[in-house]
């Protein structure tokens, strides 16, 4: 058995750690294989690879993207090549803007005044997400804390939610692919779908060329675990594993994950273990 990590979020998107602080960390739990898979930017993936071939740790360089669902679904995308997958990522990034101006406005009508220029400066980065705003509301003291700002205001139904615009799981996993990347189906469970409705995605998303599931992890319980490998051996797909790791922001998510050694084909992604 070993641990790897194929699933990390980074203060480049929605987590609170920078990518060398993560390496750290995963140098110190023994974790093998690692892959930075911020939400719809690549910009951390460099010098998160960096920081592991410092410290001797194989990683994998990757992204998560959100696709277009009444549920949710995200598509993890391994071994993209930067510079290929960015321009999709800026069209991504676009979208996540005119959400956050809307979902500014909202708030605003409700006596709650958060700026885009405050929240820029809050996430330090490109990828401004709720978490940023849940995070900036409790700073300025209109919610006691982040979890409040979600259930009152941010989430699904809440008085300030705006939907965003996303690419097609088709477009998702044709955006990977065009990236030399390998499209994997991340947290299957989280969906909430009914068996049918489980079947019918899946087929559709292999058709698309889904490479793999990310069978292992950290929010599955171990009944599922065993489900959604079932599944995979089903479509012939490969098995992932990840942590969905954004420290602060998800507190109760822990690096690294135990897999048998044996569970992906390490050679042909590029990691020698």
Not at 36 to 52: I, N, P, S
Not at 159 to 164: F, L, M, P, S, T
Request: with cysteine.
């Amino acid at each position: 058995m070993i641990k790897i990590d194929l699933h990390i979020h980074s203060n480049f998107s929605d987590g609170t750690l920078p990518p060398k602080a993560i390496v750290q960390r995963a140098k110190r739990l023994g974790i093998s294989v690692l892959s930075l898979t911020d939400h719809d930017t690549v910009d951390g993936v460099q010098v998160f690879m960096r920081e592991c071939a410092k410290v001797g740790l194989q990683c994998l360089s990757g992204v998560e993207l959100s696709a277009e669902a009444p549920f949710e679904l995200h598509i993890l995308g391994y071994r993209v090549q930067v510079e290929k997958i960015d321009r999709h990522l800026k069209t991504i990034r676009a979208y996540r803007k005119e959400r956050n101006i809307a979902i500014c406005e909202k708030l605003k009508g409700l006596g709650i005044n958060v700026s885009i220029e405050e929240l820029e400066e809050e996430a330090g980065g490109d990828v401004i997400a709720r978490p940023h705003i849940a995070r900036l509301m409790a700073k300025k003291g209109y919610v006691p804390d982040e979890r409040t700002a979600f259930a009152w205001y941010l989430k699904r139904g809440g008085g300030a939610y705006v939907e965003r615009k996303r690419f097609s799981p088709s477009e998702c996993i044709n955006i990977i692919k065009e990236a030399g990347g390998l499209p994997v189906l991340a947290h299957p469970a989280l969906m909430g779908l009914d068996e049918d409705s489980e079947r019918s995605l899946v087929e559709k998303l292999v058709n698309e060329g889904l490479w793999g599931i990310e069978c292992f992890a950290s929010c599955h319980t171990g009944e599922q675990r065993i489900k959604w490998s079932k599944i995979a051996d089903r479509y012939g797909l490969y098995k992932t594993a990840g942590s969905d790791f954004h420290d602060g922001v998800r507190p109760g998510r822990r690096l690294g994950v135990r897999v048998p050694v044996d569970l992906l084909p390490w050679a042909r992604l590029g990691v020698s273990l």
